[in-house]
Protein backbone atom coordinates (compact mmCIF):
# COMPACT_ATOMS: atom_id res chain seq x y z
CA UNK A 1 0.00 0.00 0.00
CA UNK A 2 1.05 3.48 -0.11
CA UNK A 3 0.83 4.58 3.30
CA UNK A 4 2.19 3.50 6.64
CA UNK A 5 1.12 0.05 7.74
CA UNK A 6 1.12 -1.31 11.14
CA UNK A 7 0.43 -5.04 12.32
CA UNK A 8 -1.40 -6.14 14.20
CA UNK A 9 -3.98 -3.57 14.74
CA UNK A 10 -5.11 -4.68 18.15
CA UNK A 11 -3.39 -6.71 20.37
CA UNK A 12 -4.76 -8.44 23.86
CA UNK A 13 -1.98 -10.33 25.97
CA UNK A 14 -1.75 -10.74 29.52
CA UNK A 15 0.72 -9.32 32.36
CA UNK A 16 3.99 -10.77 31.63
CA UNK A 17 3.78 -11.81 27.89
CA UNK A 18 5.75 -10.88 25.10
CA UNK A 19 4.73 -8.57 22.10
CA UNK A 20 5.97 -7.96 18.69
CA UNK A 21 4.53 -4.77 16.74
CA UNK A 22 5.25 -4.47 13.26
CA UNK A 23 5.75 -0.86 10.84
CA UNK A 24 6.22 -1.45 7.30
CA UNK A 25 6.96 2.18 6.46
CA UNK A 26 6.47 3.85 3.36
CA UNK A 27 9.11 2.95 0.25
CA UNK A 28 12.11 5.26 -0.39
CA UNK A 29 11.52 6.43 3.28
CA UNK A 30 14.64 6.34 5.38
CA UNK A 31 13.98 7.45 8.86
CA UNK A 32 11.39 5.77 10.94
CA UNK A 33 9.87 6.70 14.25
CA UNK A 34 7.92 4.64 16.88
CA UNK A 35 5.59 6.81 19.09
CA UNK A 36 3.50 5.60 22.31
CA UNK A 37 0.10 7.21 22.95
CA UNK A 38 -1.53 6.64 25.87
CA UNK A 39 -5.02 7.30 26.97
CA UNK A 40 -6.29 11.11 26.86
CA UNK A 41 -2.23 11.90 26.09
CA UNK A 42 -0.69 13.02 22.89
CA UNK A 43 2.00 10.87 20.85
CA UNK A 44 5.14 10.34 22.79
CA UNK A 45 8.36 9.67 21.25
CA UNK A 46 9.93 6.07 21.78
CA UNK A 47 12.87 5.80 18.96
CA UNK A 48 14.16 6.74 15.66
CA UNK A 49 15.82 5.00 13.16
CA UNK A 50 17.90 6.41 9.74
CA UNK A 51 18.30 3.48 7.88
CA UNK A 52 19.21 -0.18 10.09
CA UNK A 53 20.45 1.97 13.06
CA UNK A 54 18.88 3.08 16.03
CA UNK A 55 19.56 7.10 15.81
CA UNK A 56 17.88 8.09 19.18
CA UNK A 57 16.24 5.75 21.22
CA UNK A 58 16.04 8.17 24.16
CA UNK A 59 12.26 7.97 24.83
CA UNK A 60 12.19 4.35 25.47
CA UNK A 61 10.86 3.80 29.20
CA UNK A 62 13.03 1.01 29.69
CA UNK A 63 14.63 -2.10 28.76
CA UNK A 64 11.65 -4.14 28.44
CA UNK A 65 11.52 -2.04 25.29
CA UNK A 66 13.52 -2.63 22.41
CA UNK A 67 13.06 -2.13 18.37
CA UNK A 68 14.73 -3.12 15.51
CA UNK A 69 15.15 -2.13 11.85
CA UNK A 70 17.66 -5.21 10.42
CA UNK A 71 16.94 -3.75 6.31
CA UNK A 72 16.62 -0.44 6.87
CA UNK A 73 12.88 -0.88 5.91
CA UNK A 74 10.46 -2.90 8.22
CA UNK A 75 11.01 -2.25 12.02
CA UNK A 76 9.73 -4.42 14.71
CA UNK A 77 9.02 -3.23 18.43
CA UNK A 78 9.77 -5.83 20.81
CA UNK A 79 8.35 -5.61 24.51
CA UNK A 80 9.14 -8.03 27.13
CA UNK A 81 7.25 -9.00 30.66
CA UNK A 82 4.60 -6.81 29.32
CA UNK A 83 2.62 -4.47 32.30
CA UNK A 84 -0.85 -2.90 32.56
CA UNK A 85 1.02 0.26 31.99
CA UNK A 86 2.08 -0.43 28.76
CA UNK A 87 -1.21 -0.37 26.94
CA UNK A 88 -1.63 2.26 24.80
CA UNK A 89 -1.72 2.78 20.74
CA UNK A 90 1.52 2.47 19.46
CA UNK A 91 2.28 4.55 16.42
CA UNK A 92 4.75 3.98 14.00
CA UNK A 93 5.76 7.03 11.46
CA UNK A 94 8.20 7.44 8.50
CA UNK A 95 9.59 10.47 6.11
CA UNK A 96 12.10 11.10 3.67
CA UNK A 97 14.80 11.48 5.63
CA UNK A 98 16.38 13.54 8.70
CA UNK A 99 15.81 17.43 6.96
CA UNK A 100 12.81 16.67 5.61
CA UNK A 101 11.36 14.66 8.41
CA UNK A 102 11.69 17.64 10.19
CA UNK A 103 10.93 20.59 8.54
CA UNK A 104 8.16 18.65 6.85
CA UNK A 105 5.58 16.09 8.27
CA UNK A 106 6.05 12.31 9.35
CA UNK A 107 3.84 9.99 8.13
CA UNK A 108 1.84 7.99 10.49
CA UNK A 109 0.69 4.77 10.36
CA UNK A 110 -2.86 3.87 12.28
CA UNK A 111 -1.34 2.16 15.11
CA UNK A 112 -1.38 -0.69 17.02
CA UNK A 113 -3.37 -0.73 20.38
CA UNK A 114 -1.76 -2.79 22.90
CA UNK A 115 -3.95 -4.45 26.51
CA UNK A 116 -2.60 -5.55 28.59
CA UNK A 117 -4.87 -8.01 30.78
CA UNK B 1 6.71 17.51 32.48
CA UNK B 2 4.95 18.40 29.71
CA UNK B 3 6.64 20.69 27.32
CA UNK B 4 3.54 21.41 24.67
CA UNK B 5 0.59 22.04 26.43
CA UNK B 6 -2.86 22.04 24.62
CA UNK B 7 -5.04 23.79 27.96
CA UNK B 8 -8.41 23.10 26.17
CA UNK B 9 -9.21 19.40 25.87
CA UNK B 10 -12.33 20.40 23.18
CA UNK B 11 -14.37 23.18 20.93
CA UNK B 12 -17.03 23.44 19.88
CA UNK B 13 -17.94 25.64 16.65
CA UNK B 14 -20.39 26.41 14.50
CA UNK B 15 -20.24 25.85 10.67
CA UNK B 16 -19.12 28.44 8.73
CA UNK B 17 -17.66 30.33 11.63
CA UNK B 18 -13.84 30.56 12.92
CA UNK B 19 -11.70 27.83 14.76
CA UNK B 20 -9.33 28.72 17.35
CA UNK B 21 -7.00 26.06 18.98
CA UNK B 22 -4.12 27.29 20.96
CA UNK B 23 -1.03 25.73 22.31
CA UNK B 24 1.59 26.96 24.63
CA UNK B 25 5.37 25.50 25.19
CA UNK B 26 7.39 25.61 28.03
CA UNK B 27 11.07 25.22 25.64
CA UNK B 28 12.74 28.07 24.30
CA UNK B 29 14.84 25.58 21.91
CA UNK B 30 11.79 25.03 20.21
CA UNK B 31 11.84 26.30 16.87
CA UNK B 32 9.73 24.35 14.65
CA UNK B 33 6.11 23.81 15.16
CA UNK B 34 3.29 21.55 13.34
CA UNK B 35 0.10 21.16 13.73
CA UNK B 36 -1.22 17.15 12.83
CA UNK B 37 -5.14 16.59 13.13
CA UNK B 38 -6.45 12.92 13.80
CA UNK B 39 -9.81 11.56 13.11
CA UNK B 40 -10.79 8.04 15.36
CA UNK B 41 -9.46 5.24 14.55
CA UNK B 42 -6.63 6.55 11.95
CA UNK B 43 -3.05 8.02 12.33
CA UNK B 44 -2.53 11.85 13.15
CA UNK B 45 -1.89 13.52 9.65
CA UNK B 46 0.14 16.91 8.97
CA UNK B 47 -2.07 19.65 8.74
CA UNK B 48 0.53 22.94 8.67
CA UNK B 49 3.99 24.19 10.04
CA UNK B 50 5.80 27.10 11.02
CA UNK B 51 8.91 27.83 11.42
CA UNK B 52 10.37 30.16 14.39
CA UNK B 53 11.99 33.02 12.07
CA UNK B 54 7.98 33.44 10.72
CA UNK B 55 4.88 34.60 12.81
CA UNK B 56 1.91 33.42 10.49
CA UNK B 57 1.83 30.63 7.42
CA UNK B 58 -0.98 30.39 5.80
CA UNK B 59 -2.92 27.37 3.59
CA UNK B 60 -5.70 27.86 2.40
CA UNK B 61 -8.60 27.80 5.37
CA UNK B 62 -5.73 27.24 7.43
CA UNK B 63 -3.36 29.72 8.96
CA UNK B 64 -0.58 29.15 11.97
CA UNK B 65 0.07 32.15 14.56
CA UNK B 66 3.25 32.13 16.15
CA UNK B 67 4.16 34.12 19.22
CA UNK B 68 7.43 33.55 20.53
CA UNK B 69 7.89 35.94 22.94
CA UNK B 70 4.76 34.51 24.68
CA UNK B 71 5.41 30.94 23.39
CA UNK B 72 2.21 30.68 21.90
CA UNK B 73 0.99 29.66 18.72
CA UNK B 74 -2.66 28.97 17.80
CA UNK B 75 -4.39 27.21 14.34
CA UNK B 76 -7.54 29.21 12.74
CA UNK B 77 -9.86 27.43 10.66
CA UNK B 78 -12.03 29.61 8.47
CA UNK B 79 -14.55 29.02 7.66
CA UNK B 80 -15.05 25.89 9.63
CA UNK B 81 -16.56 22.75 8.00
CA UNK B 82 -18.37 19.35 9.48
CA UNK B 83 -15.17 17.54 8.20
CA UNK B 84 -12.65 19.36 9.92
CA UNK B 85 -14.47 17.99 13.45
CA UNK B 86 -11.20 15.60 14.70
CA UNK B 87 -8.27 16.00 17.29
CA UNK B 88 -5.87 18.35 16.67
CA UNK B 89 -2.61 18.18 18.03
CA UNK B 90 0.11 20.79 18.73
CA UNK B 91 3.94 19.56 18.23
CA UNK B 92 7.49 21.46 18.33
CA UNK B 93 10.88 20.51 17.55
CA UNK B 94 13.88 21.72 18.03
CA UNK B 95 15.23 21.86 13.83
CA UNK B 96 18.93 20.61 14.72
CA UNK B 97 20.13 17.97 16.87
CA UNK B 98 16.68 16.45 17.79
CA UNK B 99 14.65 13.49 16.12
CA UNK B 100 11.35 13.70 17.46
CA UNK B 101 8.34 16.03 18.01
CA UNK B 102 6.72 16.85 21.29
CA UNK B 103 3.53 16.97 20.96
CA UNK B 104 0.43 18.02 23.17
CA UNK B 105 -2.33 16.54 24.87
CA UNK B 106 -4.76 17.42 21.52
CA UNK B 107 -7.75 19.61 21.32
CA UNK B 108 -11.23 17.55 19.86
CA UNK B 109 -12.76 20.16 17.77
CA UNK B 110 -16.48 19.40 16.60
CA UNK B 111 -18.15 21.60 13.98
CA UNK B 112 -21.93 21.63 14.46
CA UNK B 113 -23.45 21.45 11.03
Known amino acids: GAGVSQTPSNKVTEKGKYVELRCDPI?????LYWYRQSLGQGPEFLIYFQGTGAADDSGLPNDRFFAVRPEGSVSTLKIQRTERGDSAVYLCASSVGLAEGLTGELFFGEGSRLTVL | DQQVKQNSPSLSVQEGRISILNCDYTNSMFDYFLWYKKYPAEGPTFLIS?????DKNEDGRFTVFLNKSAKHLSLHIVPSQPGDSAVYFC????????????FGTGTRLTVIP
Open chain 2, 50 to 54: ISSIK
Open chain 1, 27 to 31: SGHTA
Open chain 2, 91 to 102: AASMQTGANNLF
